[in-house]
Protein backbone atom coordinates (compact mmCIF):
# COMPACT_ATOMS: atom_id res chain seq x y z
CA UNK A 1 0.00 0.00 0.00
CA UNK A 2 3.11 2.69 -0.44
CA UNK A 3 3.38 3.29 3.43
CA UNK A 4 6.79 2.25 4.65
CA UNK A 5 8.35 1.72 8.34
CA UNK A 6 11.59 2.28 9.63
CA UNK A 7 13.32 -0.44 10.54
CA UNK A 8 13.56 0.38 14.22
CA UNK A 9 9.96 1.19 14.21
CA UNK A 10 9.21 -2.43 13.03
CA UNK A 11 11.84 -3.78 15.69
CA UNK A 12 9.92 -1.92 18.26
CA UNK A 13 6.57 -3.35 17.57
CA UNK A 14 7.64 -6.69 17.12
CA UNK A 15 8.94 -6.30 21.01
CA UNK A 16 5.70 -5.11 22.04
CA UNK A 17 3.55 -7.77 20.31
CA UNK A 18 5.71 -10.38 21.53
CA UNK A 19 5.47 -8.84 25.18
CA UNK A 20 1.63 -8.50 25.05
CA UNK A 21 1.64 -12.18 24.07
CA UNK A 22 3.71 -13.59 26.83
CA UNK A 23 1.56 -11.24 29.21
CA UNK A 24 -1.00 -13.48 27.94
CA UNK A 25 0.75 -16.50 28.83
CA UNK A 26 1.56 -15.47 32.28
CA UNK A 27 -2.39 -14.81 32.48
CA UNK A 28 -3.16 -17.66 31.31
CA UNK A 29 -0.67 -19.50 33.68
CA UNK A 30 -1.84 -17.99 36.66
CA UNK A 31 -5.78 -18.41 35.66
CA UNK A 32 -5.19 -21.84 35.28
CA UNK A 33 -3.60 -21.98 38.98
CA UNK A 34 -6.47 -19.97 40.90
CA UNK A 35 -9.41 -19.36 38.35
CA UNK A 36 -11.51 -22.59 40.13
CA UNK A 37 -14.50 -20.74 38.63
CA UNK A 38 -13.53 -21.81 35.07
CA UNK A 39 -14.39 -24.54 33.00
CA UNK A 40 -10.45 -24.40 31.67
CA UNK A 41 -9.12 -24.51 35.62
CA UNK A 42 -5.96 -26.81 35.74
CA UNK A 43 -7.00 -27.83 31.93
CA UNK A 44 -4.67 -26.05 30.19
CA UNK A 45 -1.57 -27.71 28.76
CA UNK A 46 1.27 -25.67 28.87
CA UNK A 47 3.55 -28.32 27.37
CA UNK A 48 2.20 -27.49 23.88
CA UNK A 49 2.25 -23.35 22.96
CA UNK A 50 2.83 -22.53 20.20
CA UNK A 51 3.60 -19.09 18.51
CA UNK A 52 1.62 -17.80 15.29
CA UNK A 53 1.74 -15.00 13.07
CA UNK A 54 1.00 -13.14 10.03
CA UNK A 55 3.09 -10.44 8.30
CA UNK A 56 5.25 -8.46 11.08
CA UNK A 57 3.03 -10.97 13.47
CA UNK A 58 4.97 -13.60 12.69
CA UNK A 59 8.08 -11.75 13.22
CA UNK A 60 6.71 -11.01 16.84
CA UNK A 61 6.20 -14.30 17.19
CA UNK A 62 9.48 -15.49 16.30
CA UNK A 63 10.67 -12.87 18.74
CA UNK A 64 8.66 -14.05 21.51
CA UNK A 65 10.45 -17.76 21.31
CA UNK A 66 13.59 -15.74 21.43
CA UNK A 67 12.43 -14.59 24.53
CA UNK A 68 10.34 -17.25 26.21
CA UNK A 69 11.36 -21.11 26.36
CA UNK A 70 7.93 -22.03 27.57
CA UNK A 71 7.14 -21.87 23.36
CA UNK A 72 7.68 -25.09 22.28
CA UNK A 73 7.15 -23.97 18.25
CA UNK A 74 7.36 -20.85 16.25
CA UNK A 75 4.96 -20.33 12.96
CA UNK A 76 6.14 -16.60 10.94
CA UNK A 77 3.17 -16.58 7.86
CA UNK A 78 4.76 -14.07 5.12
CA UNK A 79 7.02 -11.96 7.34
CA UNK A 80 10.01 -10.69 6.30
CA UNK A 81 12.23 -7.37 6.27
CA UNK A 82 15.85 -6.94 4.70
CA UNK A 83 17.23 -8.58 7.39
CA UNK A 84 15.36 -11.58 7.07
CA UNK A 85 12.33 -13.43 8.41
CA UNK A 86 14.18 -12.62 11.95
CA UNK A 87 13.83 -9.14 13.48
CA UNK A 88 17.35 -8.24 14.14
CA UNK A 89 17.84 -7.13 18.25
CA UNK A 90 20.96 -6.88 20.03
CA UNK A 91 22.62 -9.72 21.33
CA UNK A 92 19.61 -11.78 19.99
CA UNK A 93 19.96 -15.75 20.69
CA UNK A 94 19.25 -18.50 18.64
CA UNK A 95 15.29 -19.82 18.28
CA UNK A 96 15.57 -23.00 20.66
CA UNK A 97 12.14 -24.44 18.91
CA UNK A 98 11.67 -25.36 15.30
CA UNK A 99 10.31 -23.06 13.36
CA UNK A 100 7.79 -22.96 9.95
CA UNK A 101 8.33 -19.87 7.70
CA UNK A 102 5.37 -19.95 5.15
CA UNK A 103 5.67 -18.00 2.08
CA UNK A 104 3.76 -16.89 -0.50
CA UNK A 105 4.91 -17.08 -4.14
CA UNK A 106 5.25 -15.38 -6.54
CA UNK A 107 6.51 -12.54 -4.04
CA UNK A 108 5.34 -8.71 -4.94
CA UNK A 109 7.11 -7.67 -8.41
CA UNK A 110 7.25 -4.14 -9.89
CA UNK A 111 7.63 -2.75 -13.74
CA UNK A 112 11.05 -0.81 -14.48
CA UNK A 113 8.37 1.85 -14.60
CA UNK A 114 6.96 1.42 -11.20
CA UNK A 115 10.46 1.24 -9.56
CA UNK A 116 11.65 4.22 -11.31
CA UNK A 117 8.60 5.91 -9.32
CA UNK A 118 9.88 4.59 -6.98
CA UNK A 119 13.08 5.93 -7.31
CA UNK A 120 14.83 2.59 -7.58
CA UNK A 121 16.56 0.95 -10.36
CA UNK A 122 16.01 -2.35 -11.64
CA UNK A 123 19.33 -3.18 -10.56
CA UNK A 124 19.21 -2.18 -7.27
CA UNK A 125 16.05 -4.13 -7.15
CA UNK A 126 17.40 -7.31 -7.91
CA UNK A 127 20.12 -6.55 -5.61
CA UNK A 128 18.08 -5.91 -2.77
CA UNK A 129 15.99 -9.16 -3.40
CA UNK A 130 19.46 -11.29 -3.59
CA UNK A 131 20.26 -9.85 -0.18
CA UNK A 132 17.54 -10.87 1.01
CA UNK A 133 17.45 -14.64 -0.18
CA UNK A 134 21.17 -14.66 1.48
CA UNK A 135 20.02 -13.38 4.86
CA UNK A 136 16.76 -15.81 4.96
CA UNK A 137 19.35 -18.69 3.67
CA UNK A 138 21.58 -18.03 7.02
CA UNK A 139 18.41 -17.75 9.12
CA UNK A 140 16.89 -20.96 7.92
CA UNK A 141 20.31 -22.94 8.17
CA UNK A 142 21.15 -21.94 11.55
CA UNK A 143 17.33 -22.86 12.62
CA UNK A 144 17.31 -25.65 14.75
CA UNK A 145 16.43 -29.17 13.50
CA UNK A 146 12.43 -29.93 12.02
CA UNK A 147 12.14 -26.52 11.09
CA UNK A 148 10.75 -25.55 7.92
CA UNK A 149 10.42 -23.25 4.94
CA UNK A 150 7.39 -23.81 2.66
CA UNK A 151 6.40 -22.02 -0.45
CA UNK A 152 2.44 -21.63 -1.42
CA UNK A 153 2.30 -21.67 -4.95
CA UNK A 154 -1.23 -22.20 -5.97
CA UNK A 155 -3.11 -19.41 -8.06
CA UNK A 156 -3.74 -16.38 -6.71
CA UNK A 157 -1.13 -16.73 -3.76
CA UNK A 158 -0.61 -13.36 -2.01
CA UNK A 159 0.57 -11.77 1.29
CA UNK A 160 -3.17 -11.26 1.91
CA UNK A 161 -4.12 -15.44 1.61
CA UNK A 162 -3.36 -16.01 5.15
CA UNK A 163 -6.23 -14.51 6.36
CA UNK A 164 -10.28 -14.00 5.45
CA UNK A 165 -10.33 -10.56 3.67
CA UNK A 166 -9.57 -11.92 0.27
CA UNK A 167 -13.06 -13.76 1.28
CA UNK A 168 -14.90 -10.63 0.17
CA UNK A 169 -14.24 -10.91 -3.54
CA UNK A 170 -16.25 -9.56 -5.95
CA UNK A 171 -16.60 -12.77 -7.93
CA UNK A 172 -17.53 -16.43 -6.72
CA UNK A 173 -14.37 -17.20 -8.82
CA UNK A 174 -12.13 -15.23 -6.84
CA UNK A 175 -13.83 -16.00 -3.51
CA UNK A 176 -13.48 -19.55 -4.13
CA UNK A 177 -9.86 -19.11 -4.90
CA UNK A 178 -9.21 -17.19 -1.55
CA UNK A 179 -10.74 -19.72 0.35
CA UNK A 180 -9.08 -22.48 -1.13
CA UNK A 181 -5.71 -20.93 -0.46
CA UNK A 182 -6.46 -19.98 2.98
CA UNK A 183 -7.51 -23.42 3.96
CA UNK A 184 -4.13 -24.44 2.26
CA UNK A 185 -2.22 -22.17 4.62
CA UNK A 186 -3.79 -23.09 7.59
CA UNK A 187 -3.88 -27.01 6.12
CA UNK A 188 0.29 -26.61 6.22
CA UNK A 189 0.28 -24.33 9.50
CA UNK A 190 -1.58 -27.25 11.33
CA UNK A 191 0.65 -30.08 10.03
CA UNK A 192 3.93 -28.21 11.37
CA UNK A 193 2.07 -27.65 14.63
CA UNK A 194 0.69 -31.43 14.81
CA UNK A 195 4.25 -32.49 14.20
CA UNK A 196 6.33 -30.57 16.84
CA UNK A 197 3.49 -30.65 19.58
CA UNK A 198 2.21 -34.02 18.96
CA UNK A 199 5.12 -36.13 17.69
CA UNK A 200 2.54 -37.00 14.61
CA UNK A 201 4.35 -37.68 11.14
CA UNK A 202 2.58 -35.27 8.47
CA UNK A 203 2.99 -36.39 4.76
CA UNK A 204 2.23 -32.59 3.42
CA UNK A 205 5.42 -32.05 4.84
CA UNK A 206 7.91 -34.81 4.34
CA UNK A 207 6.72 -35.87 1.19
CA UNK A 208 4.76 -32.78 -0.67
CA UNK A 209 6.52 -32.47 -3.92
CA UNK A 210 4.53 -33.80 -6.10
CA UNK A 211 4.66 -32.70 -9.63
CA UNK A 212 1.32 -30.74 -9.51
CA UNK A 213 2.36 -30.11 -5.77
CA UNK A 214 1.07 -25.97 -5.04
CA UNK A 215 3.50 -26.57 -2.23
CA UNK A 216 7.47 -26.25 -1.96
CA UNK A 217 9.12 -27.81 1.05
CA UNK A 218 12.73 -26.93 2.45
CA UNK A 219 13.81 -28.95 5.16
CA UNK A 220 16.50 -26.32 7.22
CA UNK A 221 17.96 -27.40 10.76
CA UNK A 222 21.53 -27.82 11.44
CA UNK A 223 21.52 -27.07 15.16
CA UNK A 224 19.76 -29.99 17.59
Partial sequence: ??????????????????????????????????????????????????????????????????????????????????????????????????????????????TDQQ?????????????NAQAVADAQERQFRDSLGGSYKVQVRAPGMNHMSFGDALLLATTPEARQRALHNMLLTMDVTRAFLDKVLKSEAQTLLDQPNQPASEIKVEVFGARR
Avoid at 7 to 22: F, P, S, V
Avoid at 25 to 54: C, M, N, P, T, Y
Avoid at 115 to 127: H, K, N, Q, S, V
Fill in 1 to 110: DGVQIAMKDMRQLGEIEAADLRFVLDQLERLDKSAKSLVFFRRLDFSRIAAVGHSLGGMAAIRACQLDTRIKACVNQDGGTPDGVFLQYPAAKPLKQPFLFIEATPAITF
Fill in 115 to 127: LAERGITRADWDR
